[in-house]
Structure formats: structure tokens, C-alpha cells
């Protein structure tokens, strides 16, 4: 499992680093996002029992279909939100659950296709679609931490209680420290990254430029963001689902402010690290 996760590892690096992302040629792409996707799984099945022919099929198929969804199908609003919605289906889906199947009771790896959607989506978006880096990377600057942190303390003003109001958190002891440190990292350098990327650079940026109204775009994209976390405990979790809504209006307002989001990744990384910390 180990040796599956660092052969993955090379892979989502690239995504954080604009000069290794423009050295890949583009006629090679999807050879390289395939294989990104392909070799992980197949040094996972070593010594474990657990290849099927049928879960190597799904795995480069999708892999295929992204890395050549803008090779075939034209850069309009259509297909870009289909390429989003695809990749929302797939995770909402749990479609690498059915891939990357336990080799033993609790140890669950079926981050390892999360890995490879995320820098493959990511490589598409910005080597094929062209669309603006939005500061994409994984170590924020001081800037982008002063932001993010004014953000979060906004908030925890209005966020928190209305979480306790709508009774989805309650109180719980303390995390250790140790645990509260890892999980901010975990959250900052994946799901931050990857979720800041996804709404706050490439949808609202989108809408902003199909509409031309910079607020409006940072509305419908806080709902987009509150409705994917319907099926949160169970379907539909309205009230989480407003929850996530407030707050990633406060994230987009991070990366208004600081122009790149790297500033929401980091509000985003304190908000869901402090939730983990202190609450259930």
C-alpha cells in the first residue's frame, strides 16, 4: 500500500508546480495522466489478491475520458460544466470504492483514485482548456495566510453558531495536537487544494466571465458548493448543505480578496480543521 501511495505521490506533486506542469507536452498528456492513474493500482494489487481485469478497465477508461474530453469536444459552457459534473459524479459517486476494494478490513485506499482525478482534472483544466492558474500550489505565501486567516475569523463569527443552531455539530473534547496538525495538512495540501481549485478558480471564474458579475458568480457558486455536500450523513442533509454554502461564500470572498486561492485554501483548510478538532 505504501509503494502504491509513492508512486502516486510524483504524480500530484506536478499539479503544484507550474515549471514541471509546462514541461509535459501536450501530445504525450494523455499517456501520462492514464499511467498516473493506471500504475498506483496495479503496484496496490502486489501480493494482495485484489486485481480485477473489470476495476483496470474502469480505472483507464476514465482516465482516457478526461485526459481527452477537450481533444474531441469543443471548449464552450456546455462541456465545461458537463467536465465538472462528470468529475462530481464520480467522486458523489464513490466510483473508485467499487475499484480500489479494502485488501483488509479497515484499511480503505480508494484515496488513491481521489489522487489521480484530482491532478488529471487539474492538468486538463489548465495544459488543455487553458483556463488561469487561479495560484494554484501548495505552500501559500504571507499574504495569501494573513487572508486566509481574516476569513476564517469571519467564520467562526457567523459559521460556527449557525452550525450549533442548525444542530448539525455538537461539541466534543479536543483533538491532540498532533492529530489537529496533520489533519490541517492532510486538508490544506488535498481537499482544500483541490475543492478551492474546482469552485473557487475554475466554476466561479467561469461564471464570472459567462456573466460578467463578479458577485453573482460568488453566489451561485457558494450553492454549487452547499448542494455537493447534500448526501453529507445522509441524503439530502439540508441543513449541512447550507452550512457549506456560508461557508464557501466566505472561502470565494478569500480568493476575491487575494486573487489566487491560495487564500481559500487555507480559510477552507482552519475551517474544516477546527470542526474536526473540536466538534462531531
Keep these: ?3 502504491a501511495f509513492l508512486v502516486e505521490y510524483p504524480f500530484y506533486l506536478v499539479t503544484g508546480f507550474p515549471a514541471l506542469r509546462g514541461r ?3 501530445r504525450r498528456l494523455p499517456f501520462y495522466m492514464t499511467a498516473s492513474a493506471v500504475l498506483p493500482y496495479l503496484v496496490s494489487c502486489w501480493g494482495t489478491g485484489q486485481f480485477r ?3 483496470l478497465v474502469q480505472l483507464a477508461a476514465l482516465a482516457v475520458a478526461l485526459s481527452l474530453w477537450y481533444t474531441v469536444l469543443p471548449a464552450v459552457p456546455v462541456v465545461d460544466l458537463a467536465f465538472l459534473g462528470l468529475i462530481a ?4 459517486g464513490r466510483y473508485f470504492d467499487r475499484i480500489y476494494q479494502p485488501p483488509y478490513p479497515g484499511v ?6 481521489h489522487l489521480a482525478l484530482i491532478q488529471i482534472a487539474v492538468l486538463v ?3 488543455v482548456r487553458q483556463v488561469p492558474e487561479s495560484g494554484i500550489g501548495f505552500i501559500p505565501g504571507w499574504r495569501e495566510w494573513t487572508i486566509g486567516f481574516r476569513y476564517y475569523v469571519y467564520f467562526l463569527l457567523i459559521g460556527f453558531p449557525l452550525g450549533l443552531v442548525l444542530r448539525v455539530m455538537r461539541f466534543a473534547p479536543p483533538a491532540p495536537a498532533w492529530k489537529i496538525a496533520g489533519t490541517f495538512l492532510a ?4 481537499v482544500a487544494l483541490s475543492e478551492e481549485f474546482f469552485f473557487r478558480g475554475v466554476l466561479q471564474g467561469w461564471i464570472e466571465e459567462w456573466t460578467g458579475r463578479r458577485q453573482l458568480a460568488l453566489v ?6 452547499g448542494a455537493v455536500h447534500l448526501p453529507f450523513r445522509g441524503f439530502p442533509n439540508w441543513r449541512f448543505a447550507l452550512l457549506a454554502a456560508v461557508a464557501g461564500w466566505f472561502y470565494g470572498r478569500a480568493r476575491n480578496r487575494a486573487g489566487n486561492i491560495r487564500a481559500s485554501m487555507v480559510t477552507h483548510a482552519l475551517v474544516v480543521t477546527t470542526w474536526r478538532a473540536l466538534f462531531v
Design 108 to 113: 480503505e485506499i480508494a484515496v488513491l483514485g
Design 89 to 92: 459524479a464520480v467522486l458523489l
Design 53 to 55: 481485469v473489470t476495476a
Design 220 to 225: 451561485l457558486t457558494s450553492l454549487v458548493f
Design 1 to 3: 500500500m505504501l509503494a
Design 187 to 190: 486538508i490544506l495540501w488535498v
Design 125 to 127: 483544466l489548465i495544459e
Design 24 to 26: 509535459l507536452e501536450r
